[in-house]
């Protein structure tokens, strides 16, 4: 926004004004002083790094009959444009349940049409508002409280529909993950007290309940969701895009979870393993809620004991695409020196010395990953970079110098996966509607009819519609 003068006339930068900055012999010799790494040109070194996908140990899973794909998004929307501009941010995760076995018969009545499933998306599993600046729940509150009132709301309305007629509040979502997928936590010990943005509190150690705490020193109410850490991102003052991106960040990691364990819950053993979960994006968590990302992968590799402790293969299918970002603008770089169905493992080491071009020994999504990211070039011959979890302990970060491809044993049927569907995750945008357009897909909004076709198919009966019990 131009700067107004007294006078009236707005003040404009001039437009040779950054020609003289350059030409300031201070910038230059800053400019001269900055390291560009070079341009990466040549084969790069990774003969040691490739891996023939018909090589892979294998997994002993089913080849995948469905596919639970998950993607988040938000939007932050002005509602009053004059100063100081108010605003809004609207956050949704939305599903979908596709058939992949297309040698399976047309659902009677079934399966829902890419219209359909277009409004479905819009429908979300998840969907809520929280204020992001200037508007507040209720007057005198500031705009933390009034985030953090909004992210408790969100997570007490929003629920799941699970097997059996069960449903799960996104808070009680929460307090599994932070537990265990069979025991939830019943309280949460905040490090500090949340009040510390707009009360100057500096109390520490505050045990939360499900249902709420006071602060004793300062007396701002503290949520159980304050655990998810999204209010430390809010600014008091303009746009709270950022915050917001969290928000739906721990949204969508939330859902996805979720939805791993309904699915593990239903007829476990002849569903389960023959489904596949795809997140929209990397399975990383960033900025002030990443430490949920430690939880995320304890939660995954619990199902994945209870999988082996049954007999069976462990974790099915779980893996994030990504289609932006240094990974994705790398594997596109070095596309030609990866031979069609090969695999490229990226060690830290690769990953520090090629695409970040950094020293030191930190890892690699060391703060953020909850998946090990892998290149894979399919057999049509386009690139796809995926992370997945490492089985059964250990974390991503593990992988320092080679990477133990023992501790991602659904690989092989990961990279089936992708040759199958790769084209259709590399041209669309948004992996659930690639899905819907492609395979017979129901929303998965609509949990109790997913569900009741899966325990039909396990059974081998007819599939039939669900009766929905009218609202009065
Ligand atoms: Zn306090």
Not at 78 to 97: D, K, N, T
Request: proline share 9%; hydrophobic share 40%.
């Amino acid at each position: 926004m131009p700067y107004i003068h007294p006078e009236g006339a707005p003040e404009r930068a001039s437009r040779l004004g950054h020609v003289r900055t350059a030409m300031d012999p201070s910038v230059r010799q800053a400019l001269e002083s900055y390291f560009l790494p070079p341009a990466v040109s040549g084969p790069p070194p990774i003969a040691d790094l490739l891996v023939e996908a018909a090589t892979l140990p294998v997994s002993g899973l089913p080849k995948p009959a469905y596919a639970i794909s998950i993607d988040g998004s938000k939007q932050e929307i002005e509602v009053r444009p004059e100063f100081p501009s108010a605003r809004v941010g609207f956050a949704q995760v939305a599903g979908i349940f596709s058939q992949l076995d297309a040698l399976a018969p047309p659902p009677p009545g079934g399966f829902v049409d890419p219209v359909a499933i277009a409004q479905a998306t819009r429908a979300a599993l998840v969907k809520g508002v929280v204020p992001t600046s200037i508007v507040t729940i209720r007057s005198g509150q500031t705009i933390h409280e009034a985030w953090r009132e909004a992210v408790w709301e969100l997570f007490t309305t929003c629920k799941f529909e699970g097997p059996a007629g069960t449903n799960t509040r996104l808070a009680d979502v929460l307090a599994h993950v932070l537990g265990t997928p069979t025991l939830p936590v019943s309280s949460v010990t905040l490090e500090r007290c949340p009040g510390r943005h707009d009360r100057d509190c500096d109390a520490g150690g505050l045990v939360v309940p499900l249902g709420g705490a006071t602060c004793e020193k300062c007396g701002t109410a503290l949520y159980f969701t304050d655990a998810t850490n999204t209010h430390d991102e809010v600014v008091e003052f303009g746009s709270n895009d950022n915050a917001l991106g969290r928000l739906m960040l721990v949204l969508e990691l939330l859902t996805f979870l979720w939805q791993i364990r309904i699915f593990s819950m239903v007829d476990p053993g002849r569903v389960f393993p023959r489904c596949a979960f795809l997140l929209d994006g990397p399975l990383a968590m960033f900025g002030r809620p990443a430490g949920l990302k430690r939880h995320a992968l304890r939660f995954l590799q619990a199902i994945h004991a209870r999988e082996l402790a049954a007999g069976r293969a462990g974790l099915p299918v779980v893996i994030g695409i990504e289609k932006g970002g240094a990974l994705a603008e790398h594997a596109e770089h070095i596309r030609e020196y990866i031979p069609p169905g090969y695999l490229l493992c990226l060690p830290d080491r690769y990953i520090r010395e090629h695409v970040q071009h950094r020293e030191g020994n930190r890892a690699y999504g060391y703060d953020t990953d909850y998946g090990r990211r892998f290149i894979y070039r399919a057999r049509d011959s386009r690139t796809l970079v995926f992370s997945m979890p490492p089985m059964p302990s250990g974390d991503p970060t593990d992988d320092a110098e080679a990477v133990d491809l023992g501790h991602y044993p659904s690989l092989d049927t990961a990279i089936g996966l992708l040759d199958q569907v790769g084209t259709m995750l590399y041209r669309n945008a948004v992996i659930p509607v690639a899905f819907a357009h492609n395979y017979a897909s129901l929303p998965l909004g609509t949990g109790s009819q997913v569900l009741t076709y899966l325990a039909q198919d396990a059974l081998g009966a007819a599939r039939t519609q669900v009766r929905l019990t009218p609202f009065f």
